[in-house]
């Protein structure tokens, strides 16, 4: 009896002790399903960038792929994300800008400068939409995970290198809300603007523009530095530049005039390589501002081929400068040098962005 109840006893304790071997690891893994030993999970980080991507993007877009390419900035995980997708039209009659544009000029009179860049603007969205519909297309952005309270929060790198919380600087609206926001603008804005009539000569083509801004840049993880300043670094690979100018560390500029040169606008003794006007943000906006450009801060406005300027001093001068080479409504993708970047999603940014917009 006695032998039995010893028995019994060590058959308990080693169910107990089997219990716990059990449960801890269990605890452990629950616990840590976000961070183990402080390393954030891959694949969690995955899963919470792909349901971020579907629910902003299933309104307007199908998802075909999403491809993952894990880098580690500073010890701290990130994936450089590249996304294939379509959009969800059968014909580019039914997108909302188009359909704003020809109400709008159906309903309105115009002189004929005017009406002239209206038709010519709605011409550059049909070609646009067209060449999007039923193609797949290449979106990339670069995500990282942050734990913060307990909790990830996803951000996503903007134009300057910096993080920026996704949730807030992704927004894509439905067709019908931008087809009222666009026709709304339209309305307030062109009734009653007073349009500069350029007597400069020259054929701009936005597309050989964008091709030209696609051509000569890349998606590159290589950094140099560009002083003896260890945080002055940018993301740059001059083998992808056109050999046939100088490259710069600092070569915003110097690419886009690069890029609308290509596109067709004519050089002269004050915009050529490598005078200010070429390779200086804020003397190139001003330069293209009062020759050939339109200024605008609405998104949706800036076709493909547009000048994008950014003011992260918010002082009234452009620190940087990209080329937009995508836009149908409701996502803009640029192509840069200085983070250099290609067709690379254009986030919502918190200091002022504006667009050149070519007559």
């Not at 860049?117 to 995500?143: A, G, M």
Request: proline residues 4%; aromatic residues 18%; glycine residues 4%.
């Amino acid at each position: 009896m006695k032998k039995i109840l010893i028995c019994l006893i060590i058959l308990g304790l080693i169910g107990i002790i089997g219990f716990i071997g059990l449960i801890l690891p269990l605890r452990y893994k629950l616990s840590n399903k976000v961070y183990c030993n402080n390393i954030l999970s891959e694949d969690y980080l995955k899963d919470q960038i792909d349901n971020f991507i579907i629910r902003k993007f299933k309104d307007i877009y199908i998802i075909k792929d999403i491809i993952y390419n894990k880098e580690f900035n500073n010890n701290d995980l990130s994936y450089f994300v590249k996304i294939y997708y379509t959009l969800k039209l059968n014909n580019y009659e039914e997108h909302p800008i188009i359909k704003s544009y020809k109400k709008f000029l159906n309903e309105n009179s115009f002189s004929n400068y005017k009406k002239v860049f209206l038709e010519k603007q709605l011409n550059y969205w049909v070609e646009n939409i067209k060449n999007y519909i039923n193609i797949q297309q290449e979106l990339n952005i670069r995500f990282k995970g942050i734990k913060e309270n307990d909790k990830l929060s996803l951000y996503i790198e903007d134009p300057l290198g910096n993080y920026i919380l996704a949730e807030n600087s992704i927004e894509i609206k439905n067709y019908s809300e931008l087809e009222k926001e666009f026709y709304e603008y339209l309305i307030k804005n062109f009734l009653n603007f007073n349009f500069k009539n350029s007597e400069t000569k020259y054929n701009y083509n936005p597309s050989i523009c964008v091709n030209y801004a696609n051509m000569y840049t890349s998606n590159t993880t290589k950094k140099i530095w560009c002083s003896s300043d260890p945080n002055d670094w940018v993301y740059q690979d001059t083998n992808y530049y056109n050999p046939n100018y100088l490259a710069f560390c600092g070569d915003c500029a110097n690419y886009v005039s690069q890029s609308v040169c290509a596109g067709g606008i004519p050089t002269d003794s004050i915009w050529r390589p490598y005078t200010t006007s070429w390779t200086y943000c804020p003397d190139l906006n001003n330069y293209m501002w009062s020759n050939y450009c339109y200024l605008t801060y609405y998104r949706p406005y800036a076709v493909p081929g547009s000048i994008c300027m950014m003011d992260q001093n918010n002082n009234g001068n452009p620190d940087h400068t990209t080329i937009i080479v995508y836009n149908d409504g409701s996502i803009l993708k640029y192509s840069a040098h200085t983070h250099d970047r290609k067709q690379y999603i254009l986030p919502t940014l918190s200091f002022p962005v504006w667009f050149l917009v070519f007559y």
